[in-house]
């Protein structure tokens, strides 16, 4: 028996179509694909049908199924969101640490003494895979009211390999029990844990020998991700680490240039990742490199507004031909929100970015930055029925009515999971 739901006469159907293949570059970026008007039917978890209201209802005439009905009047209809680069799989937080960088200390002088990455590393050693689970599935339910249908999660808070294990398993759970897909990316080279802090290069041996082997073994992980990152992994360093990966299948992902300009830009385009991450202080020539190799920008302005610090430069990036994404960063201490819609505003008020291109990176090139473009990221017959109805009368009023929640219903795998 097939589910059938019809999504009736909503003003206007934001399909970000057309690029399931190569994410959108430039002008491609503004190019939303909307149908004023539109309807859509989706059956069981696809999306059947796509188009003006009028041809909608008549294939849904057609169909003699017993269809349940939404009406979208005055509303507007995009894809499931997607945030393609996560922390949320942790225990505790660590809001004494915004009073000290209140007080002048850094993000990096605070991971040094311990804290950081660190001090959420000690307290997700100490939770049972169960408590991971329980904290992240609050994180989840807050994801999926905010309009996320898919999210990558990354482990690294663990830095043993049991306890990295430990995280990537808890993910994977969370991803079979929560409406919300789960793509997982290993990230044991998150921070050089205290115990190694005299040889770093045993910590990156363990990463290599012990923990890629065994996350690969168990196919927790699809992607492998590094903090290249003056005073934490050099770029011989990740370079090694993301190789190794890859020779395991893992596609490699970065975390580059946040801090200090320190070419994990060119290291990205170099091994090929599939996105480079944050970017605030990228070269010139790095933006060119990965323009060249299509490497995904994924860029989080939430975490350069709470690390009161200047953001990535987008215009730059679109303009040099960078298929830009956007992403919460969610984790304990450089991001901790899991509004998604509010980033997209952060894009679009500290970035420059427009409505339409807000729209495209948090869509089908975030899908990009995860492998999942033929599955998600636009409303196109035979991709998964992932939608949000949003309470605005055009796009660009997402960007308008900033810091609300617009979200009025989520629809997951063809189901209504939030209404
Ligand atoms: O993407 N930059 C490194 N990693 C995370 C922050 C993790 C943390 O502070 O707990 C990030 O910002
Ligand atoms: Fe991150």
């Known amino acids: 028996m097939n589910q059938v739901l019809y999504i009736k006469n909503a003003a206007q ?4 179509g057309g690029a399931s293949t190569a994410p959108k570059i430039r002008e491609q970026m503004t190019d939303l694909q909307i149908i004023e008007h539109g309807g859509i039917v989706l059956e069981n978890d696809r999306i059947a049908f796509v188009g003006s209201d009028i041809e909608a209802q008549k294939y849904v005439d057609r169909l003699e199924t017993e269809t349940r009905t939404i009406c979208a009047e005055g509303k507007i209809v995009t894809p499931g969101l997607i945030d393609p680069h996560t922390h ?7 809001e004494k640490e915004l009073e000290m960088r209140l007080q002048g200390d850094s993000y990096i002088e605070i991971l040094k003494q311990g804290g950081g990455i660190l ?6 050693r100490a939770a049972p895979e169960e408590e991971l689970v329980e904290a992240s599935k609050k994180r989840l339910d807050r994801f ?4 996320v249908t898919t999210l990558e999660a990354k482990s690294g808070y663990g830095l043993t390999v049991e306890d990295e294990l430990k995280q990537l398993r808890a993910a994977r759970r969370l991803n079979e029990m929560h409406p919300i897909d789960i793509v997982s990316t290993f990230m044991g080279a998150h921070a050089v844990p205290t115990e190694f802090k005299e040889n770093p290069d045993e910590y990156v041996r363990i990463v290599i020998e012990e923990m890629l082997p065994k996350v690969a073994e168990e196919k927790l992980a699809e992607f492998c991700d590094v903090f290249c990152e003056e005073g934490v992994f050099t770029l011989q360093q990740s370079e090694r680490i993301l190789e190794a990966g890859k020779k395991l299948g893992l596609i490699p992902k970065i975390h580059a240039d946040e801090i200090v300009q320190f070419g994990g830009a ?4 170099k091994i090929g990742a599939i996105s480079a991450d944050h970017l605030l202080k990228a070269s010139d020539e790095g933006i060119h490199m990965m323009a060249q190799k299509g490497v995904v920008a994924v860029l989080l302005p939430g975490t350069a507004f709470f690390l009161m610090e200047k953001p990535a430069d987008a215009r730059k990036m679109i303009e040099a031909g960078v298929p830009v994404a956007l992403s919460t960063d969610r984790n304990p201490g450089s991001c901790p929100t899991e509004s998604l819609p509010l980033i997209m505003n952060f894009a679009c008020l500290t970035m420059k970015m427009t409505p339409a291109e807000v729209l495209t990176a948090s869509t089908i090139n975030a899908a990009h930055a995860i492998g999942r473009a033929n599955e998600i990221g636009s409303i196109e017959v035979g991709k998964k029925a992932d939608l949000v109805l949003f309470d605005a009368p055009n796009y660009q009023f997402l960007q308008y009515n900033f810091g609300v929640n617009l979200v009025e219903m989520v629809i997951k795998d ?3 999971a939030v209404e």
């Not at 949320?88 to 660590?94: E, L, M």
């Not at 060119?266 to 385009?269: G, I, N, P, S």
């Open 13 to 16: 159907v934001i399909t970000v």
């Open 88 to 94: 949320i799989v942790f225990a505790g937080s660590r």
């Open 119 to 124: 001090y959420s590393t000690a307290q997700t």
């Open 144 to 147: 999926l009211l905010y309009g």
């Open 266 to 269: 060119e290291l990205a385009a």
């Open 414 to 416: 063809g189901g209504v």
